[in-house]
């Protein structure tokens, strides 16, 4: 995205660009085994970008970062990715269960509460739900906070509420993951499938059909469709930043303009 951006910034060269990847473990892509996750670092590293493992940022003051392994550079742009953390409102504002990083907790069978305690009536799945994992061998873990697993657990709940509305017994969420994916810029990506793995522009058409199919609704699906043929055609549609963070700048700068070319002509 950035070299197809240069196109647009005659003012800038390539030579402008530099990209750091600061990484708090030791390997990027954790769904991933050892050895596609480091043909990611290295295709990483052959485009360009310098790759930080076991490396945490220690501080960006005034955009000079220092990193843990004292490595520092200048950066105009950081781009925080670290986690994603529970809405306070359940912790501050109700009396529902939560866990330790403040997600709700509910039972396998997405009913809030534990395994011997029930909050009658209450239910909860998704990104800000402690759901056990009952697929992984490890005692303890909840399912990962992502789409996948969100859109699954929504069906599952809609249907559980049916079933208790009617006096069954609610079903367990069990959702054995199929299989890793992920792009890594346009036209590339990886997918592994046990030992399976596919690398390149497969996996890229591979990850966008998927996530095609994944979209709800067709509405969604030929809206999503429509606008990813547009970018094939006419390339990414782009905003600069510093629009979006003082979007008054343009106008100001417009109207000072104007003013002085309007005393021009007066004079
Ligand atoms: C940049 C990014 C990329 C991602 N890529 C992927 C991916 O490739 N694959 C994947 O599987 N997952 C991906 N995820 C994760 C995925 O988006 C989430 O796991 C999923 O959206 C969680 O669904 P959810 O319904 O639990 O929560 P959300 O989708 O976050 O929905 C929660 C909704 O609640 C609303 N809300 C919040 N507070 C209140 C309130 N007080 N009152 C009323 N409404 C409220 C919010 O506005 C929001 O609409 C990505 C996430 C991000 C941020």
Not at 42 to 49: I, P, Y
Not at 145 to 171: D, F, H, I, W, Y
Not at 179 to 198: D, E, N, P, W
Request: glycine share 8%; aromatic share 8%; proline share 5%.
């Amino acid at each position: 995205m950035a070299r197809a951006l240069l196109k647009k910034y005659p003012e800038l060269s390539e030579s402008d660009l530099a990209f750091h990847l600061v990484e708090a473990s030791g390997r990027i892509l954790p769904e991933f085994t050892d050895q596609p996750g480091e043909w990611v670092v290295r295709m990483l590293e052959r485009r360009g970008a310098s790759v930080h493992l076991n490396c945490t940022m220690t501080s960006a003051d005034d955009g000079h970062v220092v990193l843990s392994d004292g490595t520092e550079f200048d950066s105009e742009l950081i781009v925080w990715t670290a986690g994603n953390a529970a809405t306070r409102l359940l912790r501050n504002h109700t009396d529902l269960p939560h866990n330790a990083r403040g997600l709700v907790q509910v039972r396998a069978d997405l009913r809030i509460g534990t395994e011997t305690e029930i909050v009658p009536g209450a239910w909860a799945a998704g990104d800000d739900a402690a759901v056990p994992d009952l697929t992984s061998s490890s005692p303890g873990a909840y399912t990962v906070p992502n789409a996948q697993n969100a859109v699954r657990q929504g069906k599952l709940l809609a249907k559980n509420l049916l079933r208790s509305l009617r006096g069954r017994e609610p079903k367990p969420y069990v959702h054995h993951s199929l299989s890793a994916i992920a792009t890594l810029g346009l036209g590339t990506g990886i997918f592994q499938y046990r030992r399976i793995v596919i690398k390149g522009l497969p996996a890229w058409l591979m990850h966008r059909g998927y996530h095609v199919l994944a979209v709800p609704t067709w509405d969604r699906k030929v809206r999503v469709l429509a606008i990813w043929l547009a970018s094939f055609f006419y390339g990414r549609d782009i905003v600069s930043l510093a629009s979006v963070q003082s979007p008054r700048e343009a106008f100001e700068a417009e109207a000072r303009t104007a003013a002085l070319s309007a005393k021009r002509t007066s004079t």
